[in-house]
């Protein structure tokens, strides 16, 4: 059913108190665009949100995000109730931090992205599976999987610090490298390029 008017205005001031981000203006903006979006995914679910295909399918035509893999745990940070649909609060929140938040924030929802089993460390495994999806390989190339395994090396080298790496090691009897938030957020401040160090999950600059 289509929202009141007051209904309407009630939701767009609560969203500009949530996703302090955006203003009023925009809030209307981003609530007047997921309206089309929905009505593209199906009448059948208007105002129950957008499914994964319609979510990748914008992703990818507005901020240029074209990483399948990516793509679908953005999906998951976005999908905070586990419905498998998108709605208007967490279509809005969840855009704030991907395209007006501050470095911690940005740090924070990276960090989740490459967190696949959400345990709060990224595992040499982990890294594998992103950089795997992520780099172009060229036809010929030889064995790529060791080429990612080099760059899971050198990541771990650069940004685990010694005295929170060590200890990490010492618990983990197969010796399987972990960074904590810590450590990325570390490594991160002391060079922001790592930000996206396993793959690209914010919005290209255009």
Request: proline share 3%.
């Amino acid at each position: 059913a289509a929202m009141s008017p007051k209904g309407r205005k009630l939701l767009v001031d609560s969203l500009t108190r949530s996703a302090k981000h955006f203003t009023k203006s925009e809030v209307e903006c981003l609530i007047k665009l997921y309206d089309t979006l929905v009505a593209k995914a199906s009448r059948q679910f208007a105002g129950a949100g957008f499914d994964r295909t319609v979510f990748r399918d914008t992703l990818y035509n507005y901020f240029g995000m074209t990483d399948d893999m990516v793509l679908d745990r953005v999906f998951i940070i976005f999908d905070k109730d586990k419905t498998g649909r998108i709605t208007v609060e967490e279509w809005v929140e969840g855009l704030a931090p991907l395209l007006r938040g501050t470095l911690e924030e940005k740090m924070k929802y990276c960090f989740a992205i490459y967190d696949l089993n959400g345990d709060g460390y990224i595992s040499k495994k982990e890294m594998f599976e992103m950089l795997k999806h992520s780099l172009l390989i060229q036809p010929g190339d030889e064995e790529p999987d060791e080429v990612v395994k080099d760059l899971v090396d050198i990541a771990l080298k650069k940004m685990a610090s010694t005295y929170l790496f060590v200890p990490f090691l010492l618990q983990d009897s197969d010796r399987d490298g972990k960074l904590s938030f810590t450590d990325f957020e570390k490594a991160v401040r002391d060079e922001n390029l790592l930000l996206e160090a396993f793959g690209p999950c914010l919005p290209d600059l255009k």
